[in-house]
């Protein structure tokens, strides 16, 4: 089970990384834009964590054509976990090379949107003092790691549901003749 989960979890993880960083160029160049982007994100994620169902449906390819729904959990799960770590560290790795300002031309955007929208001054003022104590708070590297996990774990934990869900297969019972 071990080679399986590394396997398919690393395979997925430089899948999300590779997404991820090229959504985030395409972002920078305003072909995307922020609204768009969170769709584009998660989209990317399924996309990364379908390497949760094969790497499922590998493990009992290999184990005589049968899988428990359990089982299935806990090799999807592992491979989430690996996936949702190698986003993680290239988000870290992204932030801690330039990628601060992105958090900042976020901001910006939500801002301008605001005030595209009709929200008074003090609304927008009150957003800009929240996003300003969000990206102190965000400097925090355990807090930053943390959030950055939970934007993909929970997509893990989905399709792993789903995918143990939908291989499951249990050992044939001997017919009696």
């Known amino acids: 089970m071990t080679k399986i989960v590394l396997i398919f979890g ?3 993880g430089a899948i999300s990384a590779v997404l991820m960083l090229t959504l985030v160029s395409i972002v920078q160049t305003g072909a995307v834009d922020f609204d768009n982007a969170m769709m584009w994100g998660y989209a990317t994620m399924i996309i990364a964590l379908s390497m949760v169902f094969f790497g499922i449906k ?7 054509g049968r899988i428990t729904f359990l089982k299935g959990l806990q090799v999807g799960i592992l491979i989430s976990l690996i996936s949702a770590v190698c986003y993680a560290v290239t988000w870290e790795v992204y932030n801690r090379t330039g990628g601060q300002e992105f958090m900042e031309k976020y901001t910006t955007y939500y801002l301008d949107k605001m ?3 009709g929200a008074s001054d003090a ?3 009150g957003a800009r003092v929240q996003g300003e ?7 925090i590297f355990y807090i930053r790691f943390g959030m950055t996990l939970m934007e993909i774990l929970p997509v893990g934990v989905i399709v792993t ?3 143990a869900a ?3 297969k249990k050992e044939l ?3 009696k003749a």
């Open 10 to 12: 690393l395979i997925s």
């Open 58 to 64: 590998s493990y009992r390819d290999n184990n005589g």
């Open 115 to 117: 005030r595209k929208n």
């Open 123 to 125: 609304e927008v003022e």
């Open 133 to 139: 104590q969000f990206m102190e708070m965000y400097k």
């Open 161 to 163: 549901l789903v995918s």
């Open 166 to 168: 939908l291989l499951r």
């Open 173 to 175: 019972m001997p017919s």
